[in-house]
């Protein structure tokens, strides 16, 4: 019911920026809550940062001040500003959306990912 779409990887030098997009479509509400993660090769899916629909933010400690969640809820877009890049950063990033209510309460979807790589 949801399709969620990154944009916005690509290959970056240390120190580098980047802003990653994911476009939702399909059954979205405006209510949900929405989320990037990434995966590493070997590595288990992390979270990198959320954001709720009245912008309340939730960031992982690596991010250290570096990264930036928006949404734009009329546009049923999320962002990433992914700022002073180190190369472990380097991995796979994938948006989420996860149902708040009242419709498939705690249903996660998944975009199928953008590849950021960050070199030395």
């Known amino acids: 019911q949801v399709q969620l779409v990154e944009s916005g990887g690509g290959l970056v030098q240390a120190g580098g920026s980047l802003r990653l997009s994911c476009a939702a479509s399909?059954?979205?509400?405006?209510?949900?809550?929405m989320g990037w993660y990434r995966q590493a090769p070997g590595k288990q899916r992390e979270l990198v940062a959320r954001?709720?629909?009245?912008?309340?933010?939730n960031y992982a400690g690596f991010v250290k001040g570096r990264f930036t969640i928006s949404r734009d809820n009329a546009k049923n877009t999320m962002y990433l500003q992914m700022n002073s890049l180190k190369p472990e950063d380097t991995a796979v990033y994938y948006c989420?959306?996860?149902?708040?209510?009242?419709?498939?309460?705690?249903?996660?979807?998944w975009g199928k990912g953008t590849l950021v790589t960050v070199s030395s």
């Open positions: 954001i709720t629909s009245g912008g309340s933010t």
């Open positions: 399909g059954r979205i509400f405006s209510i949900d809550t």
């Open positions: 989420n959306l996860n149902r708040v209510g009242p419709v498939e309460y705690g249903m996660d979807y």
